[in-house]
């Protein structure tokens, strides 16, 4: 068989298998699907449906009292967003291909590059879900509200501001095309993210309790957030104060493992698991270089951030038709004078936070985008 049609028969396998591990792997991608919140589906954009304060007065009724207003609030936002659509070629180098001299290396061969390109597609986004920073991928909208680089409608700024309510108001970066409100008065039509001031190691356990009981206040599910993700040196601070806190030191009676954690198999010895929340560690808000760190805009590190998560309050929007879809292989050097069989995987996704007021993050200082 000829590498063109081996590679277009089995390279979709090869990405499929991948796209299995990708789900598994990520914490919040494995929580979403978990919970149903990764979405196939189609269409010109994707559109979020948010329930707002109020609807309608509730009227008390008394003898002298009969009469019921019938004044309807605007009660449903429909917030849009566009897709984010990415291509990735999957190159087959003649010069590769004419040297070997067994089927065998012909295979070998063809899902090494393959797997190669679906390393590198699932990593550029998972780098931008969690840091924002990825300028080939900057249609896909991020968990970091401190950037502001994005380039699809309804994500041009990151979900989680680094920043309190009344500032976030203030700085008016709005979030799927809907302006940043902190009502403290009627606590109508608010749309702001939770934020604290908190650092692992130090209390941070403290911090994130207050975060999560605010946060969950504001959810409908009766979960909550249940998972946080934050950089290795982070993680392991965390794990820190946990354990001091059962063994007697700490502030906050954190380390929770119930039986059913067990066996149900949130208790993994990578994780750490307080009040409810698992704690996962995420090497791309770990590192040292500016790529490959957790920052503003600006420039700012963002060094003791930790996502605070509701994924019953997330989606991972899919195209059906683009779901890491394998294009048939074709010799470039016919057509385009690459020497080389190329196939393209394409991907249309997007991702995009349905209630900010249910999700939050926790670093040491509030920081501008």
Request: negative net charge; charged residues 20%; glycine residues 8%.
């Amino acid at each position: 068989m000829a590498l063109l049609e081996y590679a277009t028969l089995t390279v979709p396998d090869v990405v499929k298998k991948s796209v299995v591990s990708f789900y598994n792997r990520d914490p919040l991608l494995k929580a979403l699907q978990s919970r149903m919140q990764v979405k196939r589906s189609g269409g010109t954009q994707v559109r979020v449906v948010r329930v707002k304060s109020g609807h309608s007065d509730v009227t008390e009724i008394n003898e002298t009292n009969l009469s019921v207003p019938l004044a309807k609030r605007e009660t449903l936002s429909a917030m849009t967003g566009d897709w984010a659509k990415y291509i990735k070629p999957v190159i087959l180098p003649h010069i590769d291909r004419d040297r070997m001299s067994s089927k065998e290396e012909v295979k070998r061969f063809v899902q090494d590059e393959s797997n190669a390109a679906m390393q590198a597609l699932r990593n550029d986004v998972s780098r931008q879900i969690y840091l924002g920073n990825m300028t080939t991928l900057a249609g896909l909208g991020t968990l970091n509200g401190g950037r502001t680089t994005g380039t699809a409608s309804g994500f041009t700024n990151g979900a989680l501001a680094w920043r309190t309510p009344a500032n976030q108001a203030v700085d008016a970066l709005a979030y799927l095309n809907e302006t940043r409100v902190n009502d403290t008065t009627n606590f109508v039509d608010n749309w702001f993210n939770q934020f604290a001031i908190g650092e692992p190691g130090s209390n941070f356990l403290d911090a994130a309790q207050k975060l999560k009981i605010t946060a969950d206040s504001y959810a409908e599910d009766e979960e909550g957030i249940a998972l946080a993700v934050c950089g290795i040196a982070s993680h392991v601070d965390i794990g820190d104060e946990t354990r001091g806190a059962i063994g007697g030191g700490g502030g906050t009676a954190g380390l929770t493992y119930s039986v059913s954690d067990i066996t149900s198999g949130k208790a993994l010895p990578t994780v750490h698991m307080a009040n409810g929340v698992q704690y996962h560690a995420n090497r791309w808000m770990s590192g040292a270089a500016a790529t490959r760190t957790l920052r503003s805009t600006s420039g700012t590190a963002i060094d003791h951030g930790v996502y605070m998560l509701n994924p019953n309050t997330i989606e991972y929007w899919v195209n059906a038709n683009n779901d890491f879809r394998v294009t048939k292989f074709s010799d470039h050097l016919e057509t385009s004078n690459v020497d080389a069989d190329v196939g393209y995987i394409i991907l249309e996704v997007q991702l995009a936070v349905t209630n900010l007021m249910a999700n939050g993050c926790i670093n040491n200082t509030e920081v501008t985008a």
